[in-house]
């Protein structure tokens, strides 16, 4: 049973801007916290936004905070990542994730999500 399916991603120039959508199953989506992961070739993957649509908590990495923002379509069970300003250093895979618990607080980590979209590629040219 497919619990997340992430897309939106694609190329654009420097300074431009994309909208990521994560579709969560009913399920997770009540008690979950959604994480939107990044992954460059040769780089860690990192966290980037997190969000508990059930509280509306955000939580951002530094360095897209105020350039990233983090939303939700509680009709359509979406999580969406908007990205503006965006920069070389933003291409990646953008993946979904989600972990179940209470909060995203203590879900920073990769092994606290259990559940993952299949990615949608960020490309950004200089």
């Known amino acids: 049973q497919v619990q997340l399916v992430d897309f939106g991603g694609g190329s654009v120039e420097a300074g431009g801007s994309l909208r990521l959508s994560c579709v969560v199953s009913r399920t997770l989506y009540r008690t979950a916290c959604i994480g939107w992961f990044r992954q460059a070739p040769g780089k860690e993957r990192e966290v980037v936004a997190r969000r508990y649509p059930s509280t509306y908590q955000s939580i951002y990495l530094p360095s897209v905070n105020g350039r990233f923002t983090v939303s939700q379509d509680n009709a359509k069970n979406t999580v969406y990542l908007q990205m503006k300003r965006l920069e070389p250093a933003d291409t990646s895979m953008y993946i979904c994730?989600?972990?179940?618990?209470?909060?995203?607080?203590?879900?920073?980590?990769?092994?606290?999500?259990?559940?993952w979209g299949q990615g949608t590629q960020v490309t950004v040219s200089s």
């Open positions: 994730a989600a972990s179940e618990g209470t909060g995203c607080s203590g879900a920073q980590a990769e092994a606290d999500y259990r559940y």
